[in-house]
Each structure stands twice: as C-alpha cells, then as structure tokens.
C-alpha cells in the first residue's frame, strides 16, 4: 500500500505542492520514499507513476 502525504506549499503566485510516496525496491522489497515538489494538478499522476 502506498503511503500519502500531501502538503501544500506556496511561492509567491505559485502554488505548489509537496507530494511523498513509498516505493518497495523490486530487489531486496525494502520500502523507500521518493519525494517531489509538483502542481496540484499533477499529484494523481505522480501517485498513480511507478
């Protein structure tokens, strides 16, 4: 299951969003965290990314 966190960020007129998502290394299966900074409109696709 991947973990959700969402925060939202603003930077003068732009609003941005700070998005984190756990992603288990096909490897060894240990879990890591893979963090970006996106447009709100953006969170969905970069969630639903491999």
Known sequence: ???KAVA???T???R???VIKM???PKTGAYSFAEAIVDPANVNDFL???
């Open 16 to 18: 941005l969003t700070k």
């Open 1 to 3: 299951m991947a973990k």
């Open 8 to 10: 939202s960020l603003q």
């Open 48 to 50: 639903s990314k491999k």
């Open 23 to 25: 992603v288990k290394s």
């Open 12 to 14: 003068g007129s732009k």
